[in-house]
Nanobody
Framework: QVQLVESGGGLVQAGGSLRLSCAAS????????MGWFRQAPGKEREFVSA????????YYADSVKDRFTISRDNAKKTVYLQMNSQKPEDTAVYYC???????????????????WGQGTQVTVSS
């Protein structure tokens, strides 16, 4: 079993920053690609960002490119999402996801990921 636990969510004003963390435990050694998704009220879950198993490649949704940065520390089994210049439209529950696939074809697809965290709320006030 693999457990993913997110932390770092909260309330921030527009233009502010938050850093999310996702810690993996259990059989975390089988997790390769890691990603972040988000779901706003009344909307479908959407891709935010992903990072390759070695951290050498990162992927972003157009809506967060140049504002968010994903990174990972494999020694700590943790992935991070640094969110800067936040906008009210960033308000959502953010989910961490992990994949057993070493080199997935579509990092942006939720179906790529085998494990999911419970989510952490991020609220950006205007």
């Amino acid at each position: 079993q693999v457990q993913l636990v997110e932390s770092g969510g909260g309330l921030v004003q527009a233009g502010g920053s938050l850093r999310l963390s996702c810690a993996a435990s259990g059989r975390a050694f089988i997790i390769y690609s890691m990603g972040w998704f988000r779901q706003a009220p009344g909307k479908e879950r959407e891709f935010v960002s992903a990072v390759r198993w070695d951290g050498a490649a990162t992927y972003y949704a157009d809506s967060v490119k140049d504002r968010f940065t994903i990174s990972r520390d494999n020694a700590k089994k943790t992935v991070y999402l640094q969110m800067n210049s936040q906008k009210p439209e960033d308000t959502a529950v953010y989910y961490c996801a992990g994949s057993n696939v070493l080199r997935p074809t579509y990092y942006q697809a939720a179906s790529t990921y085998d494990y999911w965290g419970q989510g952490t709320q991020v609220t950006v006030s205007s």
